[in-house]
């Protein structure tokens, strides 16, 4: 048996609007969800099963995508559909409140988990990655990461005025966003790094990003992620310069290698002849082979990797060694630098480079208070197809949540500039407590007619409480628990018991297979009494596992916000919960 990636590719579209094509909205949302991931309009290659990350798909083959769309047509409201890492195996009968669909993707035992017993495995036809939202079936676009892009480049912006290392507001009683009057440098355009451009511009900064792909920045340029793409670097380091100076938010998309671009800007940065102030990078380092050595061509790029991995990876890994010393030496320079989650750090050190780990990853950094609140993504999508059904559920939660200033601005920003890609959707950070209040006014507004077709809700595998992952989510915990994987084990199991329609486990997600490893749900408001009650247990439970999560690692935060709001903690002697739940 060998992979087949390519056989029987076709254009393929989720459905619109009421009329079912499976026998309920539980079955039908996950088909929808799993078409919508390989829209050309959502997918990075749609031909080869790709959604986003390079290589993460959301079925092994087309054969398997075949199958799968035959069995969510004509399964049961009791049934359960196995899939193992993108291959239909099984379906059993369960209950209602079972999951429909269970999804367990790129899992390996410990000691086998490396990237040539994966290829070997994948090339065998046997596995897939499925990256974190391609194999769940709940990729959104690029929006599905913008929002939590933003709330990053946010907090870079208050941690450096908290500092004295911004610019000053141009005036007193400025509304300037956070990252007014600096200029950020990156790379990686692609599916999930195209979010930076819009998410630093949103917040007022200008950006330069660099991305090898010239096909990548045009198609975020088209998207309005991006403002302009330029292909000679003065030109682009004249309009980025003169944003900075007129304070207000713009983004050049830069075509080179960011391994030889880099080091040439830190010359520049060092000679003052332009000044960055906050330096990161999101390219698909994660996969040597997804990562573009110097000294080979976009054009040469797969036939290269595939005709020698192993020497590929070497040449990749020595281009992001030089890479990520430049990273290092804007540091060194004044500048704020930060790794975004891609495992570049550690690609590095492999290519020789002994200073990698010089700079933090951004949940340590910047995030980790956020997810000891419960807070993170929450992610919702019209299964009408239309997007005034979106608009409707925008302006409900801005409603539901009227003091939440920062969550209307960021909401008002989506509806100006956020291009849908594939099905309408959109994505807001909310913490415990509010997931669940959204959920259940989600499902009356479809109870009531006031959207035209139930809405499903998920989120990112990048959770408060469902990632074990070492260099990302889970870097530099208190108690140094970095490595223990039974909390996303945990988090699936806990989803399953309470009512999602589907639930995964997945292996590597954006930091690469050994790395991490992650759980998501998604449920659907379809307007009934019984999704209701779901959505109430289900939405409580799972950004639950975030408090409980830091808690146990010694986070005061957590433990403040499992007193105040009443989560249950056997081994917590706190006063105030013994006595919410005497």
């Known amino acids: 048996m060998t992979a087949d990636f390519t056989s029987g590719a076709r254009p393929v579209k989720a459905a619109r609007?009421?009329?079912?094509?499976?026998?309920?909205?539980?079955?039908?949302?996950?088909?929808?969800?799993?078409?919508?991931?390989?829209?050309?309009?959502?997918?990075?290659?749609?031909?080869?099963?790709?959604?986003?990350?390079?290589?993460?798909r959301a079925v092994r083959s087309w054969a398997a995508f075949d199958a799968i769309t035959r069995t969510l047509e004509t399964m049961e409201k009791?049934?359960?559909?196995?899939?193992?890492?993108?291959?239909?195996?099984?379906?059993?009968?369960?209950?209602?409140?079972?999951?429909?669909?269970?999804?367990?993707?790129?899992?390996?035992?410990?000691?086998?988990?490396?990237?040539?017993?994966?290829?070997?495995?994948?090339?065998?036809?046997?596995?897939m990655y499925g990256q974190m939202t391609a194999g769940s079936w709940i990729y959104i676009g690029t929006q599905g990461i913008l929002q939590g892009t933003y709330e990053t480049f946010a907090a870079v912006g208050n941690k450096l005025k908290a500092e004295g290392r911004h610019p000053a507001p141009a005036e007193e009683g400025s509304t300037e966003g956070p990252?007014?009057?600096?200029?950020?440098?990156?790379?990686?355009?692609?599916?999930?790094?195209?979010?930076?451009?819009?998410?630093?511009?949103?917040?007022?900064g200008a950006c330069l990003i660099v991305d090898v792909d010239e096909t990548r920045l045009r198609r975020r340029a088209g998207k309005r992620y991006l403002d302009e793409v330029e292909t000679d670097l003065d030109a682009a380091i004249a309009k980025v310069q003169a944003a900075k100076a007129e304070r207000r938010g713009w983004s050049v998309g830069y075509v080179g290698n960011a391994a030889e671009v880099f080091p040439e800007l830190l010359r520049r940065h060092k000679a003052g002849e332009i000044t960055f102030d906050v330096v990161t990078d999101q390219t698909s380092a994660h996969d040597p082979l997804s990562y573009l050595p110097e000294g080979i061509t976009v054009a040469e790029w797969h036939t290269e990797?595939?005709?020698?991995?192993?020497?590929?990876?070497?040449?990749?890994?020595?281009?992001?060694?030089?890479?990520?010393?430049?990273?290092?030496?804007?540091?060194?320079?004044?500048?704020?630098?930060?790794?975004?989650?891609?495992?570049?750090?550690?690609?590095?050190?492999?290519?020789?480079?002994?200073?990698?780990?010089?700079?933090?990853?951004?949940?340590?950094?910047?995030?980790?208070?956020?997810?000891?609140e419960g807070l993170g993504p929450f992610r919702w999508v019209a299964l009408s197809g239309d997007p005034e059904d979106i608009r409707v559920?925008?302006?409900?939660?801005?409603?539901?949540?009227?003091?939440?200033?920062?969550?209307?601005?960021?909401?008002?920003?989506?509806?100006?500039?956020?291009?849908?890609?594939?099905?309408?959707?959109?994505?807001?950070?909310?913490?415990?407590?509010?997931?669940?209040?959204?959920?259940?006014?989600?499902?009356?507004?479809v109870k009531e007619g006031k959207v035209k077709a139930p809405i499903v809700i998920g989120r990112d595998h990048l959770d408060s409480g469902s990632v074990a992952s070492p260099y990302r989510e889970t870097e530099s915990m208190a108690d140094g628990s970095d490595?223990?994987?039974?909390?996303?084990?945990?988090?699936?199991?806990?989803?399953?018991?309470?009512?999602?329609?589907?639930?995964?486990?997945?292996?590597?997600?954006?930091?690469?297979?050994?790395?991490?490893?992650?759980?998501?749900?998604?449920?659907?408001?379809?307007?009934?009494?019984?999704?209701?009650?779901?959505?109430?247990?289900?939405?409580?439970?799972?950004?639950?596992?975030?408090?409980?999560?830091?808690?146990?690692?010694?986070?005061?935060?957590?433990?403040?916000?499992a007193n105040e709001r009443g989560v249950r903690i056997p081994m917590n002697s706190s006063k105030a919960t013994q006595e919410a739940h005497a």
């Not at 026998?23 to 929808?32: M, V």
């Open 17 to 56: 609007g009421t009329e079912l094509t499976a026998k309920s909205w539980q079955t039908e949302a996950p088909l929808r969800m799993l078409m919508n991931n390989l829209d050309p309009e959502v997918a990075e290659r749609p031909d080869d099963l790709v959604v986003y990350g390079g290589t993460g």
């Open 78 to 127: 009791d049934e359960t559909l196995l899939v193992q890492s993108g291959k239909p195996v099984g379906v059993f009968r369960t209950h209602e409140w079972a999951p429909r669909v269970l999804l367990a993707n790129s899992n390996l035992v410990g000691d086998w988990a490396t990237w040539p017993e994966f290829r070997r495995l994948e090339a065998e036809g046997l596995m």
């Open 179 to 204: 990252l007014a009057g600096t200029l950020t440098l990156t790379g990686g355009c692609g599916g999930m790094g195209g979010a930076q451009p819009l998410a630093v511009t949103l917040n007022d």
């Open 305 to 372: 990797a595939e005709a020698d991995p192993e020497g590929f990876t070497k040449k990749a890994q020595a281009s992001m060694a030089r890479h990520v010393q430049a990273m290092v030496e804007f540091q060194d320079a004044g500048a704020e630098v930060f790794d975004y989650g891609n495992s570049i750090r550690d690609e590095a050190r492999k290519g020789g480079y002994e200073r990698a780990f010089e700079f933090p990853g951004f949940v340590p950094a910047y995030i980790r208070p956020l997810f000891c």
């Open 393 to 445: 559920t925008d302006e409900a939660i801005k409603e539901l949540f009227p003091e939440n200033k920062h969550l209307h601005k960021w909401i008002d920003a989506a509806q100006e500039r956020v291009e849908f890609e594939g099905l309408p959707a959109r994505i807001c950070w909310l913490g415990y407590g509010e997931r669940a209040k959204a959920g259940l006014l989600f499902n009356q507004l």
């Open 483 to 561: 490595a223990i994987a039974d909390w996303p084990l945990l988090n699936a199991l806990i989803n399953t018991s309470s009512g999602a329609t589907w639930v995964s486990i997945h292996h590597g997600g954006g930091v690469g297979i050994g790395r991490s490893l992650h759980a998501g749900q998604v449920s659907v408001a379809d307007g009934t009494d019984l999704a209701a009650e779901k959505l109430e247990r289900l939405l409580t439970n799972d950004p639950g596992m975030g408090v409980i999560r830091h808690v146990d690692a010694g986070y005061d935060r957590a433990l403040e916000v």
